[in-house]
């Protein structure tokens, strides 16, 4: 009995953060990296959201995710707003300052579903502090993955206030946030 209740609370617990992950508008790759369900229980999750939201469109993303690092470093803007995320992401544990550890044997992330939930809180406080984010749901998942891995970019601090950065993970002077450039 025990077993089946728990292995139901978990089932239960997937499907509500797919459901989550949906309306971020999160493509079926990435609820699948985040839920274990398969694909085709997504698309029929998908189907149903729609159903119960009354064909309310939610935009579905198809072909590839997000895949250009350099794109959170861009401009001093998505610097912002990356950096703004990241730090979200830390202070409510999506992320680890010491990244690699959260990385397993096989180099995959470890994603749980605790995380994934603190992941969509994460990027609906940063929509909730920049008026017209630049960086998609998918984009943030993108952006704690590569930080996660740390192979290309990392998080580093201002070297005037301290303030969380991401920063290239080759970049060799100290990094200054906006505020401290100016
Ligand atoms: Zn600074």
């Known amino acids: 009995m025990r077993i089946s209740d728990d292995r139901y609370q978990r089932d239960r617990q997937r499907i509500e953060i797919a459901v989550q992950f949906i309306e971020h508008e ?14 085709d229980r997504i698309r ?15 935009p579905r993303h198809r072909g590839k995710s997000p895949q250009q690092v350099a794109h959170f470093v861009r401009t001093a803007r998505l610097r912002h707003e990356s950096a ?23 180099g995959r992330l470890i994603q749980n579903m605790q995380r994934a939930q603190l992941l969509c809180r994460a990027y609906d406080s940063y ?7 630049l960086l998609s749901f998918e984009h943030a998942e ?3 993955r590569t930080l996660q ?16 950065l991401v920063a290239d993970r080759l970049a060799l002077r100290t990094p200054h946030c906006y505020g401290c450039v100016s």
């Open 84 to 106: 703004l995320f990241a730090s979200i992401c830390l202070m409510t544990g999506v992320i680890a300052e010491a990244a690699p550890s959260a990385v397993g044997n096989s």
């Open 44 to 58: 029929k999750l998908y189907r149903s959201y729609l159903r119960e939201h009354q064909g309310r469109l939610v």
């Open 149 to 164: 891995r740390g192979e290309e970019l990392r998080l580093t601090r201002c070297g005037g206030c301290g303030a969380v």
């Open 142 to 144: 993108f952006l704690v």
């Open 26 to 39: 999160a493509r079926t790759r990435t609820i699948r990296q985040w839920t274990g369900l398969t694909d």
């Open 127 to 133: 929509r909730g502090l920049i008026p017209r984010p």
